[in-house]
């Protein structure tokens, strides 16, 4: 399922950056040990700021807001990391956050400490430790290319989305690199033809590609990695810490950025890797 073009200047790029990425990081290993370098203390301004993260998280509280109105809704974050979702959703949604990584989820579990409607709870792949048809909506984002048998994860994920509940999913769709297993644990990356094809064959009902705008991403990630290299190099000559994310520009960036890009929630993109899906009633 890896994506059948062949690869431009700019995945060349992406590869390198993800080499000098992960010098002092952990590469894939043994499982746990890699997942669990995944989020420190360090990370957590930066994923609860990063206006990628943020987009997303505004789309799936939009999607949900389309798909439940003001009803109560069981939402099922499978892989949830720092379960940073949960902040943005309706405040009767029952949240139940599933983390492979212990030490993931204990951090998780500091960040949200005293939240209402929010259970955080260790499990993963191919057993989630969630019952039979207990989502009206489960998440599941950047998850299934860390396992070796996809298909069998997409089933599970079936298994605990109640008939005509509905499945917000999302895989890599940029080039494979071989190295990509090696250096962050990806067996694979898709097209949306086989993305939207792992789902049918589980039993769901692709809905729309949610578009991902994966170019201006691509390039807006480029200029991301310079900035945070000139917030490093300033906290080095001045010996002060420069927040990237604390500063204002970045915050009036985010807001334009948001704006722009926000999904009209009919138009379906397909191409995209980013799927609303609903499981089929028998």
């Known amino acids: 399922m890896t994506t059948a073009r062949r690869p431009g200047l700019l995945d060349q790029l992406d590869l390198a950056l993800l080499r000098l990425a992960k010098r002092r990081r952990e590469r894939f290993s043994t499982e746990e040990a890699f997942y669990d ?3 420190t203390d360090a990370d957590v301004e930066k994923y609860r700021s990063d206006v990628r ?20 809704a069981t939402v099922v974050d499978v ?10 959703l309706p405040a009767a949604t029952a949240y139940r956050g ?20 929010v259970r955080l709870e260790r499990g993963g792949f191919p057993d989630l430790p969630v019952g039979d048809g207990e989502a ?15 298909r069998a994860a997409v089933r599970e994920l079936a298994r605990i989305v109640r008939p005509g509940g509905y499945l917000l999913f999302s895989v890599p769709g940029t080039h494979y690199w071989p190295e990509y297993e090696s250096l962050i644990g990806h067996f694979r990356h898709y097209t949306g033809d086989t993305a939207r094809d792992l ?5 769901f009902d692709v809905v729309r590609g949610v578009p991902q705008h994966r170019g201006f991403w691509r390039f807006y990630h480029y200029g991301y990695v310079a900035a945070l ?37 009919v138009r379906d993109d397909p191409g995209s890797t980013f799927l609303l899906a609903r499981r089929r009633v028998p």
């Open 199 to 203: 789902l049918r064959d589980a039993g």
């Open 136 to 150: 009206d909506l489960a998440l599941c984002f950047e998850v299934v290319e860390h396992v070796r048998d996809d």
């Open 79 to 88: 892989g949830c990391g720092l379960a940073a979702v949960a902040v943005h």
């Open 98 to 117: 599933v983390e492979f990584s212990p030490a993931t989820l204990a951090l998780a579990a500091r960040l949200h400490a005293g939240r209402p409607g």
């Open 229 to 265: 290299a000139v917030a490093t190099l300033l906290s080095r000559l001045t010996g002060r810490p420069v927040s990237l994310f604390s500063s204002g520009v970045y915050r009036a960036l985010s807001r334009r950025i948001l704006a722009v890009l926000a999904d009209d929630g």
């Open 53 to 72: 993260n943020l987009w997303r998280f505004r789309t799936v509280a939009d999607i949900q807001a389309r798909l439940f109105g003001d009803r109560q």
């Open 37 to 39: 370098t995944f989020f």
